[in-house]
């Protein structure tokens, strides 16, 4: 009798011990401190957004302290905390270690589409550099059409000031006067190329086998969500599922969680080299 | 296939939500039902390459249950016999009316422009004498499928706008029973014109997806054989729903694998039909109630006694 009370409680011990879910751990910069659970004193927002992945990862919310964005890095590389907010320059050093899984799209802001830059099959460029000081074909003013394709242009060294821009009216329009001889290069969002060279027949098998695509490439984040490499794939997906619909669900967890980004819209997925200047294939 | 696979799923259907962290203890196997009326049969296959990337990010056995009508995959997500389903606005609609809040919208496709909806094509042969809708009155029309958004609802609704009765205004409708066959009616002269799903751009810039399209690239069509009279848009796109008895857990894994997909796997993004540039962006409800206005709209009208 006494031993099967003695097994029953080393079974619960042993079940209690084994359901406790290990911490999820923030780090945050402003001031080193030990992993801690959200002190009393925390916002609103700051508490909504601990409690919301609490529930939704079912494990207890850790907040880490550190001094500075690349101290967060190194703690994150290190396995001492699980997510941080890193930008380019805290990013690269851990690069091997970690890896983005979340930015944030502003309002106003297109997606981290991929951007095409091509010219006519006979050109000699080979990359976006070898483009300087000729003129480039953009599709549009939007957002898509035309930001973000000078954005990913400037980080390759390439600043609006080094070329000749011609804004038509679309990427079909674009690609239209690059084949009249009328531009040099396009630089225009995936889709817009898509949209000509896609095959339509298979008559015509590559609609654009007259042009040469130079570099496809996403803009660089600004800023990501950071996990390491080695966390498991369940918990990544989880973190993005949680951290999309955020906007809708929580307001006043995506307010807290995104109070750095400008006139945030909605978390948006992100490829692991994110914030590295990298290209698509 | 569906009906077979549908059948073999009796007596899954509805769960009491789980509140379990070990939800992999009570969910063996996703099952995610899709249209499979889909015009592209190369489509068709590559779903079995994403079904195992999906399985591989979940970790778990995916199902895909392809139904050839539009209300296979609305029963097997109302009644519950499968966890997730891909489904057009109008479909989610009908969900919507039958089950309500049992199940939700996860996730739409965010084109590069940052447009969410596609649009209805009024379409006709090039060689027909009708260059307006104005032309159409009195002449046969092809529907795609009364549960279509694009190919029925919406339509519909738009010609009501424009104080056209469109169960008076043509001569004679029908449904074709899918955008392919639609198609492929209009072609052969069965209908003067058809209405069909128009995607990747808008009337202006004109469109890159839709069955005409699709038709096309296989070469069972000629693109320049057609053209578009009149359009209606933009709809909302189509949803990944989810049944929200299942553990949170798994629907935000679903959600958050599913929306990684074009940013871990762009190539495999665009090999399953999606647009190159486009993304998937988070919604709820709300992102449908249009949709869901018009269906119940329809579904009184219906009762009264409309056509076809």
Same mark, same amino acid.
């Given at each position: 009798?006494?031993?099967?009370?003695?097994?029953?409680?080393?079974?619960?011990?042993?079940?209690?011990?084994?359901?406790?879910?290990?911490?999820?751990?923030?780090?945050?910069?402003?001031?080193?401190?030990?992993?801690?659970?959200?002190?009393?004193?925390?916002?609103? /927002?700051?508490?909504?957004?601990?409690?919301?992945?609490?529930?939704?990862?079912?494990?207890?919310?850790?907040?880490? /302290?550190?001094?500075?964005?690349?101290?967060?890095?190194?703690?994150?590389?290190?396995?001492?905390?699980?997510?941080?907010?890193?930008?380019?320059?805290?990013?690269?050093?851990?690069?091997?270690?970690?890896?983005?899984?979340?930015?944030?799209?502003?309002?106003?802001?297109?997606?981290?589409?991929?951007?095409?830059?091509?010219?006519?099959?006979?050109?000699?460029?080979?990359?976006?550099?070898?483009?300087? /000081?000729?003129?480039?074909?953009?599709?549009?003013?939007?957002?898509?059409?035309?930001?973000?394709?000078?954005?990913?242009?400037?980080?390759?060294?390439?600043?609006?000031?080094?070329?000749?821009?011609?804004?038509?009216?679309?990427?079909?329009?674009?690609?239209?006067?690059? &084949?009249?001889?009328?531009?040099?290069?396009?630089?225009?969002?995936?889709?817009?190329?898509?949209?000509?060279? &896609?095959?339509?027949?298979?008559?015509?098998?590559?609609?654009?086998?007259?042009?040469?695509?130079?570099?496809?490439?996403?803009?660089?984040?600004?800023?990501?969500?950071?996990?390491?490499?080695?966390?498991?794939?369940?918990?990544?997906?989880?973190?993005?599922?949680?951290?999309?619909?955020?906007?809708?669900?929580?307001?006043?967890?995506?307010?807290?969680?995104?109070?750095?980004?400008?006139?945030?819209?909605?978390?948006?997925?992100?490829?692991?080299?994110?914030?590295?200047?990298?290209?698509?294939? | 296939?569906?009906?077979?696979?549908?059948?073999?799923?009796?007596?899954?259907?509805?769960?009491?939500?789980?509140?379990?962290?070990?939800?992999?203890?009570? =969910?063996?196997?996703?099952?995610?039902?899709?249209?499979?009326?889909?015009?592209?049969?190369?489509?068709?296959?590559?779903?079995?390459?994403?079904?195992?990337?999906?399985?591989?990010?979940?970790?778990?056995?995916?199902?895909? #249950?392809?139904?050839?009508?539009?209300?296979?995959?609305?029963?097997?997500?109302?009644?519950?016999?499968?966890?997730?389903?891909?489904?057009?606005?109008?479909?989610?609609?009908?969900?919507?009316?039958?089950?309500?809040?049992?199940?939700?919208?996860?996730?739409?496709?965010?084109?590069?422009?940052?447009?969410?909806?596609?649009?209805?094509?009024?379409?006709?042969?090039?060689?027909?004498?009708?260059?307006?809708?104005?032309?159409?009155?009195?002449?046969?029309?092809?529907?795609?499928?009364?549960?279509?958004?694009?190919?029925?609802?919406?339509?519909?609704?738009?010609?009501?706008?424009?104080?056209?009765?469109?169960?008076?205004?043509?001569?004679?409708?029908?449904?074709?029973?899918?955008?392919?066959?639609?198609?492929?009616?209009?072609?052969?002269?069965?209908?003067?014109?058809?209405?069909?799903?128009?995607?990747?751009?808008?009337?202006?810039?004109?469109?890159?997806?839709?069955?005409?399209?699709?038709?096309?690239?296989?070469?069972?069509?000629?693109?320049?054989?057609?053209? =578009?009279?009149?359009?209606?848009?933009?709809?909302?796109?189509?949803?990944?729903?989810?049944?929200?008895?299942?553990?949170?857990?798994?629907?935000?894994?679903?959600?958050?694998?599913?929306?990684?997909?074009? #940013?871990?796997?762009?190539?495999?993004?665009?090999?399953?039909?999606?647009?190159?540039?486009?993304? #998937?962006?988070?919604?709820?409800?709300?992102?449908?109630?249009?949709?869901?206005?018009?269906?119940?709209?329809?579904?009184?009208?219906?009762?009264?006694?409309?056509?076809?």
């Amino acid at each position: 009798m006494r031993l099967a009370a003695l097994a029953l409680a080393v079974a619960v011990v042993f079940t209690a011990v084994g359901a406790r879910a290990e911490p999820f751990r923030i780090a945050v910069t402003g001031a080193k401190a030990a992993c801690a659970p959200l002190g009393g004193d925390a916002a609103v /927002g700051e508490r909504a957004y601990y409690d919301l992945l609490s529930k939704r990862l079912a494990r207890p919310v850790l907040k880490c /302290g550190y001094a500075g964005v690349a101290d967060a890095a190194a703690g994150l590389a290190r396995g001492e905390a699980d997510m941080a907010w890193l930008d380019p320059a805290a990013f690269a050093p851990v690069r091997a270690q970690t890896r983005a899984i979340l930015t944030v799209r502003g309002a106003r802001e297109s997606n981290r589409i991929a951007v095409v830059v091509a010219v006519r099959a006979a050109n000699t460029a080979r990359d976006a550099v070898a483009l300087k /000081g000729l003129s480039i074909g953009f599709g549009g003013r939007s957002p898509a059409g035309l930001a973000t394709p000078q954005t990913v242009l400037a980080e390759r060294g390439l600043p609006p000031a080094s070329y000749s821009a011609k804004i038509d009216v679309d990427g079909d329009q674009a690609i239209a006067e690059l &084949r009249a001889g009328r531009v040099d290069a396009v630089a225009v969002h995936a889709a817009a190329w898509q949209r000509v060279c &896609r095959m339509v027949s298979p008559k015509v098998p590559n609609p654009c086998a007259d042009l040469r695509i130079v570099l496809k490439a996403r803009p660089r984040a600004a800023e990501a969500l950071v996990v390491r490499r080695d966390i498991p794939d369940e918990l990544r997906y989880r973190l993005i599922g949680l951290h999309m619909p955020m906007h809708l669900e929580a307001p006043a967890a995506f307010a807290f969680a995104t109070l750095r980004a400008k006139d945030a819209a909605e978390f948006q997925p992100a490829e692991a080299d994110a914030l590295i200047l990298a290209t698509l294939k | 296939m569906l009906v077979a696979g549908l059948l073999a799923l009796a007596g899954c259907g509805e769960r009491a939500p789980s509140a379990s962290a070990d939800w992999r203890g009570e =969910i063996k196997e996703v099952k995610m039902a899709i249209s499979g009326n889909n015009d592209d049969p190369q489509l068709v296959r590559r779903r079995e390459v994403y079904r195992e990337h999906l399985s591989k990010a979940l970790g778990m056995p995916v199902r895909l #249950y392809e139904s050839s009508d539009y209300n296979g995959v609305i029963q097997a997500i109302s009644s519950g016999q499968v966890d997730f389903a891909n489904i057009a606005g109008g479909g989610y609609a009908n969900v919507d009316a039958q089950v309500g809040d049992k199940v939700a919208p996860l996730l739409t496709p965010r084109q590069a422009e940052g447009e969410t909806g596609y649009y209805s094509a009024l379409v006709v042969r090039a060689a027909s004498p009708m260059k307006s809708l104005a032309d159409m009155k009195g002449h046969s029309l092809g529907y795609v499928d009364y549960n279509s958004t694009s190919g029925y609802l919406y339509p519909r609704a738009a010609l009501r706008k424009q104080g056209i009765d469109p169960d008076t205004f043509f001569g004679k409708t029908s449904f074709a029973g899918g955008h392919t066959q639609a198609v492929m009616a209009l072609a052969n002269g069965q209908f003067d014109a058809a209405i069909l799903q128009a995607s990747g751009g808008t009337p202006e810039t004109g469109f890159t997806r839709g069955p005409l399209r699709t038709l096309a690239r296989e070469g069972l069509v000629d693109i320049d054989d057609f053209r =578009i009279v009149w359009t209606a848009g933009p709809i909302p796109s189509e949803a990944l729903v989810a049944r929200t008895d299942r553990p949170q857990a798994l629907i935000d894994l679903v959600r958050g694998a599913m929306a990684a997909l074009p #940013y871990d796997e762009p190539a495999l993004w665009t090999e399953i039909g999606q647009l190159d540039g486009s993304a #998937y962006t988070a919604v709820d409800r709300r992102h449908y109630q249009e949709i869901i206005d018009l269906r119940r709209e329809e579904l009184a009208q219906r009762r009264g006694g409309g056509r076809p």
